[in-house]
């Protein structure tokens, strides 16, 4: 990623190369930060259960013996993009984390100017390597390697680089754009023994991922030709590339191809600053990808959230055979207020991901891990929700919940008809959570303050187009905050599902400052930053609503508190890890 643009997420592809002189490790600016003030933590938008280090901004896993790691971009001397530091998390369960030192940090000429974002691998043997951009004296993009020192350390506590670094660097020959060169993926290696991997590249406006092959994970050549490219993106951040399986959940390595194999390519594009993914085939004779008839062009893509998500990473989870999505989510607050509070951005709750069944688009859930937290479970029995009605949901901690709800709707000729098609977003504009229409506005209520009079509504709208019935997910940020500083931008997308057929599902996690929703039991997210004045803490409130003029049926509401997560906790070694 670049100066001028401040989403990065960090995740590793490992290989193990002898001969590495180690470097002297200099943490002093971390460990601060360890002694910190109590109020960091009685913070009204501090989250209890989704990642964030103590204090400043972030952006930022592999599984090793039988740790999960977490990378991230991080500044150890502000609350703003700058200073930029590899830090290193560790986890037993992908939602309770503890904070080892800095794993990478600017000490060679060919990061001096920082160490920018990029991924591991596991080689052979299993052995870690991380590929990740540098800045060098001349402030080119450049890749660079390290490894572990030790390892037999599951913790992986120190990394030392190749003094061959950069092992890939722009010049007149390639033709790259010194400038549009970074965040290399997680490697993955052919049938030829040869390993490759992708760098996120521009050429004008044709976004470019390059593609570099190697025997070693040393020495590179670049390919004569990208793996992909398409006109008009611009610059591709943070790209990945994984197969999926055609028919199961279960996840796969990243070097695994076959029969049965689709394969994802996801990019962020800085212009829009969203995740968009395509899926296809993957040529291996001529290291080429197809994307389906479906994504013919860029307005085709679809987005794995279509809320504040960026950075967005994968990886394989060995020991649960599940790929494990996880995204950044930026700040909706000021950066004066950023400043103020002393930290900005935060992880979103890591994500299972596969293929739907349709072969058409990927589905998300949160990993099952986060249900740990659960507790004071409220069920409530199959009831009609009349038109123009709220309830609300008593027993739960409004503030820091989970809630999974479904409706049933029987009267699809109450849907009102769209006479030309709207941009799913525009249309959660135009027609809120106030606009009485036949079939919606119905959800929930979130962060709502008594009287109403702040509140974020994520809600569902049924329409007809086309003899079709088109369902819409909507998260309206419009009344979240007395606070007119924040961007309260709305989000919406529409949710392949049928309302004659299916119920309509919504699964929704509230932490603080954040509403992270999945709808159609994952086929659509959407991720929103809210700061409420009124209703924060205890004073939050939670209801289910249907503020449209039909009738539609509860079929389930359950909901749970969520007791807070250990995301900075102290590290206790001994021979079973944590």
């Keep these: 990623m670049i100066l001028s643009s401040i989403w990065v997420l960090t995740f590793f592809s490992f290989i193990y190369v002898n001969g590495v002189l180690p470097i002297e490790a200099t943490h002093h600016s971390f460990r601060e930060l360890q002694n910190l003030s109590s109020d960091y933590y009685k913070q009204p938008y501090r989250t209890a259960y989704h990642f964030q280090p103590p204090k400043n901004w972030i952006n930022g896993p592999l599984r090793y013996k039988g740790l999960y790691h977490l990378f991230y971009q991080y500044n150890p001397k502000g609350a703003v993009w700058g200073n930029i530091v590899w830090a290193h998390s560790v986890s037993k369960d992908l939602v309770n984390w503890a904070p080892l030192d800095p794993a990478i940090f600017p000490s060679q000429p060919s990061d001096i100017n920082g160490c920018w974002s990029g991924s591991t691998t596991l080689i052979h043997g299993g052995k870690p390597v991380i590929l990740y951009t540098g800045i060098n004296p001349l402030n080119q993009q450049v890749q660079n390697l390290a490894y572990p020192k030790n390892l037999s350390d599951p913790f992986l506590r120190e990394w030392v680089k190749s003094p061959k670094n950069p092992l890939m660097a722009p010049t007149s020959a390639n033709k790259i754009n010194s400038s549009s060169f970074r965040d290399p993926t997680t490697s993955w ?109 860029s307005e085709s893509f679809l987005r794995y959230d279509y809320g504040k998500y960026y950075a967005s990473k994968t990886f394989f989870d060995d020991g649960k055979n599940r790929r494990i999505l996880l995204g950044w989510v930026n700040e909706s607050s000021s950066v004066a207020h950023d400043i103020k509070k002393g930290w900005s951005g935060i992880h979103a709750i890591p994500r299972a991901i596969w293929l739907d069944k349709s072969g058409k688009q990927l589905v998300q859930w949160p990993v099952v891990e986060i249900e740990k937290l659960r507790a004071n479970p409220v069920n409530w029995p199959t009831k009609l929700l009349k038109g123009g009605h709220l309830l609300q949901i008593n027993g739960v901690t409004a503030a820091q919940a989970d809630v999974e709800i479904s409706f049933e709707v029987n009267n699809l000729g109450e849907a009102e008809v769209l006479d030309n098609w709207t941009d799913p977003q525009s249309l959660c504009s135009q027609k809120g959570p106030t606009y009485k229409s036949g079939l919606g506005p119905f959800g929930l209520l979130v962060f709502a303050s008594k009287g109403l009079q702040e509140y974020t509504s994520v809600y569902f709208k049924i329409f007809r187009y086309q003899h079709k019935n088109l369902v819409l997910l909507c998260s309206d940020q419009s009344r979240s905050s007395l606070d007119n500083n924040n961007d309260k931008t709305n989000y919406g997308t529409f949710v392949d599902v049928d309302p004659l057929h299916e119920k309509l599902s919504l699964r929704s996690l509230i932490d603080h400052s954040v509403v992270e929703s999945f709808g159609g039991e994952g086929k659509a997210c959407i991720t929103a930053r809210v700061y409420p004045t009124l209703a924060i803490n205890d004073e939050a409130q939670l209801y289910v609503f249907n503020n449209g003029t039909a009738d539609v049926k509860l079929t389930r509401l359950s909901a749970w508190s969520l007791k807070k997560a250990q995301i900075n906790g102290k590290i206790k070694i001994d021979k079973t890890g944590l």
Excluded at 209 to 221: M, P, Q
Excluded at 241 to 258: C, E, Q
Aim: hydrophobic share 35%; proline share 5%; with cysteine.
């Design 189 to 297: 290696l052919g049938k030829d023994g040869y390993w490759r991997v992708l760098i996120g590249s521009k050429r004008n406006t044709l976004g470019l991922a390059i593609l570099y092959k190697s025997k070693d994970f040393v020495n590179w050549a670049k390919a004569k030709y990208p793996l992909h490219s398409v006109q008009g993106t611009g610059m591709w951040e943070c790209p990945d590339f994984f197969p999926i399986l055609n028919d199961s959940p279960i996840g796969i390595d990243t070097s695994f191809n076959g029969d049965n194999i689709r394969h994802v390519l996801k990019v962020s594009l800085d212009d829009k600053k969203h995740d968009y993914y395509m899926i296809g085939s993957y040529d291996i004779v001529k290291d080429k990808f197809i994307p389906d008839k479906a994504f013919k062009d």
